[in-house]
């Protein structure tokens, strides 16, 4: 058992590591990206800062408007870069984006703007007064800043992608590993049961204790049972309206029997009015057994259990409670998950399995209702009642 455990823990502190690797991995290429691009965007920006002043000292020489040369070598500036010419007055000597002449509120807070971002200067003109010159960035800048983000929100897409197809196969392929384990315990196990029905048989007819023949008989009938259930597993399962009464009753009355004489089982469902609900009864067992054999072992020979039925207008309840060791608030969710278990011998699988039979094929809720360390555990079956 503590080789098991050993190997447990290394194998999840490789795979904590694989997943540190991979995060640390994408971060740096993320973060390269960002450094890289963000460089690039700043040396654009710095060289349209120094194309956008170099047009506005050739603007203000009086051979500008003469020269169609001039003005053609400085054209492509002047096109990619928003900017706004104005005077002394504010009153607008050129600019590329004409709407802003007609929206001076949209004009001040612009200039407002690429002037606290540097985009601002002063250039004299040739009639010996002063132009104020405010510019903008070209697209072509505004898109390499956002650029990294955008990478990095499709690298994180293509990441949750892939890990949630990865998990998915993972998980498909783990399904049938269980499946086919389960259907292959089953057909071994066909063998044997079948021939021991004729030892039973044989049994009947001689001269020994019926009373104990009786007993192997019902042991039988229940190992029948449990080849029956790991055969379904993996299959159609239909379900069918059933008196949950009767089925919880039938696990009660088996296991009483056959409990430590320090254990006490109550059972209040006999004694009230039937209550239904669809359910594939012999899962539907498996699931009882399974929380009272987790009792019984929580008890350690000594203690309660009591079962009991209720339902609602909607829900059939089914209540298992023992007064054993308990279990601690933050473990409530985690004893459903495969592999959690807090006994010295065990895998950690029949409440994750008892989960999936109730919450995926029953489509109810299984749930830890009431725990508390050293005074017990409640758990809760609900099932969707039917009046039928």
Known sequence: MKTKKRQRTANSWLTFRRKIMIIVVGL????ASLVFTNNMAQQLREKEKREIRMWGVIRSSPYYSSNEQVRDLIGETR??????????????????IPDVVSNPDRMRNLMKQWSERGGSFIVPNFHGEADYIFHGESNLVRMLTYFPLVQLLVIMIFAVFGYITFRSSKDDEQNRVWIGLAKET????????SSLLGWVEYLRGQPVDQTAVTEME?????LMRVVDRFSK???ETPLLAGSINEIVGNSVLYFRSRIPRN???TYNGLAIAPVRAMVNETLFEWVVENLLKNSLDALQGKGEIDVSVSSDDN???IDVRDTGKGIAKTNFKRIFEPGFTTKTRGWGLGLSLSRRIIETYHKGKISVIESEPGRGTTIRISLHKIYS
């Open 28 to 31: 740096a290429i993320g973060g």
């Open 79 to 96: 096109s990619k870069i928003p900017y706004i010419v104005v005077d002394g007055r504010l009153s607008v000597l050129d600019t590329n």
């Open 186 to 193: 089953a057909h071994q196990l066909g063998t044997p049961t």
């Open 218 to 222: 019902r042991d039988l009938l229940m």
């Open 233 to 235: 597993i993996g299959a």
């Open 263 to 265: 254990v006490s089982l």
């Open 315 to 317: 829900f059939v309840h």
